[in-house]
């Protein structure tokens, strides 16, 4: 069995593999285009959200959109190494760990003098109604990095999946063919 | 036409009509000045003849803070007059930064009965939300500053989530 990114003897070049993986030049051009905007409207959504509509989960699903549309439009196996697994879990798990640090900063700064979460108590030197709202943008920043991972890792996982089925099914058809 | 097509015409149909029959009693949707959206009725009257006068001067009757107690709820410290037959209530509060009174009970004359109702916390959030956290999206401030709890297990349920489509479908041929 060949595989269709050449780990073999033989090095596919650039429009080999493009061809073999079946993408289209005026896709990835396209999306190439577009993929920066998105990101940089994602993080605008993220941080604008003490002042306007939006927000870390609607900020994070954007951010997400724009890795899928890159998986569509320049396959999987270059999405990978562009966004590498390891990356992608450990960022699952950042998100969290920062909105639950700032959390416990507060505490810990304070002296156990406030409750948990309450923003007023970080160490920036603000004054008291700023903190509270650069405390809510650390927060939002943390919900979007975990929303985003896990959208990305989501997807990543479903179409592996999907592949790997693929190929067992053709494999099995060659097998009965021989036989 | 089968027998279950024309059973679920007719539920689409009943469902569609008790909506319109019950539509012009709900307040519009996302109308911040609905009753249901600003006041929580305590279940608490008071006789009006004895009270009604004492709450127009001002002052907090006896009566009242009794009815009050016996509910295990705080006693109000200042009464203002809103309108004919409606009176707010404050009460102290102790806050650590927030020391200022709240805006908490709403009085208000049913017949020769006065009925106690307790303002919604949204009432709060709406009126203070600015003036406190510095943020003019309310909605952020209400979902990130004043239920943060909340919007961390929102968090820890979508990441729990990624966790398990990892260790339901990452499986690298190992079953």
């Given amino acids: 069995m060949t595989k269709a990114t050449g780990t073999g003897s033989y090095q596919l070049t650039a429009e080999e593999l493009r061809v073999a993986e079946g993408r289209d030049v005026i896709i990835e051009v396209i999306a190439s285009l577009m993929i920066p905007l998105i990101q940089l409207f994602a993080l605008y959504v993220i941080i604008h959200g003490a002042l306007g509509a939006g927000g870390g989960f ?22 990978r190494k562009r966004l590498p697994e390891s990356w992608n879990t450990g960022l699952q798990s950042l998100g969290v760990y920062i909105y639950a640090g700032v959390g416990l900063v507060c505490i810990l700064v304070s002296l156990g003098l406030v409750q948990y979460l309450n923003y007023w108590a970080l160490p920036l030197p603000v004054a008291y109604e700023m903190r509270r709202a650069m405390g809510m943008d650390f927060v939002e920043i943390g919900i979007g990095i975990t929303v985003m991972a ?9 179409a592996w999946k999907e592949k790997e089925e693929r190929k067992e099914v053709k494999e099995g058809n060659e097998g009965g063919e021989k036989e | 036409m089968k027998a279950e097509s024309i059973i679920g015409l007719l539920m ?7 909506f319109f029959y019950i539509v012009e ?16 009725r305590l279940n ?40 004919a037959g409606e009176w ?8 650590f930064y927030y020391e200022e009174d709240e805006k908490y009970y709403h009085f208000k004359k049913a017949g020769n009965q006065i009925e106690v109702y307790r303002y919604a916390p949204v009432v709060r959030y709406l009126e203070k939300g ?3 956290t510095d943020v003019p999206n309310i909605v952020t401030a209400i979902i990130v500053d004043y239920r943060a709890y909340d919007t961390l297990g929102e968090t820890t349920v979508i990441f729990t989530a990624g966790v398990s489509v990892i ?3 990452r499986r690298r041929g190992k079953l």
Avoid: C, H, W
């Fill in chain 2, 167 to 169: 260790l339901l479908l």
């Fill in chain 1, 58 to 79: 609607q900020g994070g699903v954007i951010l997400a959109s724009s890795f899928i549309l890159y998986v569509i439009a320049f396959g999987i196996t270059g999405a």
């Fill in chain 1, 150 to 158: 896990t959208m990305t890792s989501l997807f990543f996982d479903l």
């Fill in chain 2, 130 to 132: 600015l003036e406190e």
């Fill in chain 2, 12 to 18: 689409v149909i009943l469902l569609a009509g008790l």
């Fill in chain 2, 25 to 40: 009693d709900v307040p519009p949707y996302g109308d911040p000045n609905s009753p249901a959206l600003q006041l929580v």
């Fill in chain 2, 88 to 95: 707010d209530a404050k009460i102290d509060k102790g806050e």
């Fill in chain 2, 44 to 83: 608490i009257s008071v006789d009006a003849l004895a009270v009604e006068d004492e709450l127009n001067q001002g002052v907090i009757p006896a009566t009242l803070v009794e009815a009050l107690a016996a509910r295990n709820f705080v006693a109000p410290s200042e009464v203002e007059g809103v309108t």
